[in-house]
């Protein structure tokens, strides 16, 4: 779902800005804090996120995801591929991620490269690694 900056409550998040007091990062410590934040945000369940925590957390993965890309550059890897290592090197098999994305049929077609993966499913993958979900876009 695409939020405009129209739709939202501009008090309610200039209040969630003001709390997060996110800015361009450029330490690992600041990282740290803003994926403290993100991690708050994705605990309380995408469905439950209001349209402003929602812009929050896009503006939050943005940020990260520019300071990774800068400061720990990876080479370039398909999202599938991304999600089969993270599997991989955490001793998981697909059937871990079934009750992320729903289904046995749709971690089949991710893995095997068949079916992108969505911004919701990226959301929920980076939850479920503790990883930017930039890795997943």
């Not at 129209?6 to 800015?23: M, N």
């Not at 992320?100 to 077609?109: A, H, I, N």
Request: aromatic residues 6%.
């Amino acid at each position: 779902m695409s939020i405009s900056s129209v739709d939202l409550d501009q008090r309610q998040y200039g209040r969630l800005l003001a709390e997060a007091r996110p800015s361009i990062i450029k330490s690992d410590e600041e990282n740290e804090r803003i994926l403290h934040v993100i991690e708050g945000l994705l605990c309380k369940g995408e469905a439950n996120l209001t349209a402003e925590e929602e812009m929050l957390l896009e503006l939050l993965a943005v940020l990260v995801y520019n300071f990774e890309q800068k400061r720990y550059p990876l080479p370039s890897v398909p999202p599938h591929e991304m999600v089969g290592y993270l599997l991989e090197q955490q001793g998981l098999k697909p059937s871990d991620l079934w009750p992320v994305l729903g289904s046995k049929s749709r971690v089949s077609e991710l893995l095997a490269g068949k079916r992108a993966i969505s911004k919701d499913q990226a959301k929920k993958l980076g939850g479920f690694f503790r990883q930017s979900v930039a890795l997943f876009l």
